[in-house]
């Protein structure tokens, strides 16, 4: 079993649609959860990151962890064209010192005007 | 606002020649990563940096890669002898990390895509 599984999509959603982006995970040490974006050829940007089970909302987004599904989601509200990129999931099991990053495959997401 | 940058953006080269990655980190960071992406796949953790020394390395991380931080604000990764198989995007990181929330966050540079011929 993979350590961090993520549908590649792609996925393609009318402009305003919400959005729903999810990786499950099988290591339970796993305890810090990010969110990254990445654009065609770009390195991937921080969206969104948290370490403990429930909802964080930044904006339009909202990043929610279940711990006991080993189960993460990441909610687009009133998406836009702009939101169109490859959003990556990542997870470390330690929060503090030097984390290894270990990311989804990543989801292609288009945003249709 | 400070970004880590990464030179050069593209880099072709022969197999079995040296190439050598260069990055510039977020200024006040401390931790510094390596990690690649090849064509169509995941992004890979390849090494962690810390105090001057490799605090985590991978399997991919064999004999063939250092790292090295030459000054106080370069961090480069060396490949000595160039496999087709390093064909790859490497993206470099850095993370403040001072035990306060989003300082253990990681920024990733815009990456260097490395063709090996």
């Known amino acids: 079993q993979k350590e961090v599984e993520q549908d590649p999509g792609p996925l393609s959603v009318p402009e305003g649609a919400i959005v729903s982006l999810n990786c499950t995970y099988s290591?339970?040490?796993?305890?810090?959860f990010m969110w990254y974006r990445q654009y065609s050829r770009k390195g991937p940007e921080l969206l969104m990151y948290t370490y403990s089970s429930g909802n964080k909302e930044d904006g339009r987004f909202t990043a929610q962890v279940d711990k006991s599904s080993k189960y993460i989601s990441l909610f687009i509200r009133d998406s836009q064209p702009s939101d169109s990129a490859t959003y990556l999931c990542?997870?470390?099991?330690?929060?503090?010192?030097?984390?290894?990053?270990?990311f989804g495959q990543g989801t292609r997401l288009t945003i249709n005007p | 606002e400070p970004e880590v940058t990464q030179t050069p953006s593209h880099q072709v080269t022969q197999m079995g020649q040296e190439v050598i990655l260069r990055c510039v980190p977020i200024?006040?960071?401390?931790?510094f990563y390596w990690y690649r992406q090849i064509l169509g796949q995941k992004v890979e953790f390849l090494v962690s940096f810390y105090n001057n020394e490799i605090s985590e390395k991978s399997e991919i991380f064999d004999d063939q890669f250092s790292v090295e931080r030459p000054d106080g604000s370069n961090f480069t990764l060396k490949i000595r002898s160039t496999k087709l198989e390093d064909s790859a995007m490497y993206f470099c990181?850095?993370?403040?990390?001072?035990?306060?929330?989003?300082?253990?966050?990681?920024?990733f540079g815009p990456g260097t895509r490395l063709l090996v011929l």
């Open positions: 990542a997870m470390s099991d330690r929060i503090q010192g030097a984390q290894k990053l270990v």
């Open positions: 200024s006040n960071h401390l931790y």
């Open positions: 990181a850095s993370k403040r990390g001072l035990l306060l929330e989003k300082q253990e966050t990681q920024y």
């Open positions: 290591n339970s040490a796993f305890q810090y």
